[in-house]
């Protein structure tokens, strides 16, 4: 499979828990993006990398939320004393920027906070 | 700063009819726009983008869209929709930054 790769693709966890993600994605594509999807909304976006550089973040994105790219490749989100409020669908998506901006998602992971 | 309306939250059509969804954007200056589908409980896959050139652009499955810069508009269509169409469809705008901004969808019901 050559396309964008998420894990866990479900996590359950209890208020206060840290939880971390994994974003694996397409080959040579050096842009890299994080969003979330609560329910009956659209993704939004969280935060950006070009290869191992976060170039950009959401206001959305608390000091409970890091990511990181080490190496460029592959991405991990923690969410750090999880809260209710962080339930949501958690969406990776990446692009080749010497081709276009097209983003292409992953499968996302769905996170529910008890 | 950007935004995109999807103004129908719900659309139902019978299997074989036409369908148009309707997608609205903001920003002024020449857009980057996307429309994706999503399956329940899955990622979103992309039926077709527009950038520059043919504002007629076709996708995948089928589908196409036409950029009209006069309605800021990017309307999805389908001559004849198929019961496996049903599923979430994303307008989205990249233009002005390099993340994507979307509209909050619109769920397509498909009547046998």
């Known amino acids: 499979d050559t396309g964008v790769s998420q894990n866990p693709r479900h996590k359950i966890t209890k208020r206060g828990q840290n939880v971390t993600f994994r974003c694996d994605p397409i080959?040579?594509?050096?842009?890299l993006y994080w969003y979330r999807q609560t329910l009956g909304q659209g993704p939004e976006f969280l935060t950006y990398?070009?290869?191992?550089?976060?170039?950009?973040k959401s206001r959305l994105l608390s000091d409970r939320f890091s990511a990181e790219r080490p190496k460029g490749s592959f991405s991990t989100l923690e969410i750090q004393r999880t809260e209710q409020g962080d339930s949501a669908m958690y969406l990776c998506?990446?692009?080749?920027?010497?081709?276009?901006?097209?983003?292409?998602f992953g499968p996302g992971t769905r996170l529910l906070v008890l | 700063a950007q935004s995109v309306t999807q103004p129908d939250i719900h659309i139902t059509v019978s299997e074989g009819a036409s369908l148009e969804l309707r997608c609205n954007y903001s920003?002024?200056?020449?857009?980057?726009l996307f429309w994706y589908v999503q399956s329940p409980g899955q990622g979103l896959q992309l039926l077709l983008k527009?950038?520059?050139?043919?504002?007629l652009v076709q996708g995948i499955k089928g589908f196409e869209a036409e950029f009209k810069r006069s309605q800021s508009s990017f309307n999805l269509r389908k001559p004849s929709v198929h019961w496996s169409d049903a599923a979430e469809y994303f307008c989205?705008?990249?233009?002005?930054?390099?993340?994507?901004?979307f509209g909050k969808g619109t769920k397509l019901s498909v009547i046998p």
């Open positions: 080959s040579e594509h050096n842009r």
């Open positions: 998506a990446t692009a080749n920027s010497s081709f276009s901006e097209t983003q292409y």
């Open positions: 920003y002024g200056a020449t857009p980057y």
């Open positions: 527009y950038f520059s050139g043919d504002t």
């Open positions: 989205a705008d990249g233009a002005g930054s390099y993340q994507l901004t």
């Open positions: 990398f070009q290869n191992e550089a976060q170039l950009e």
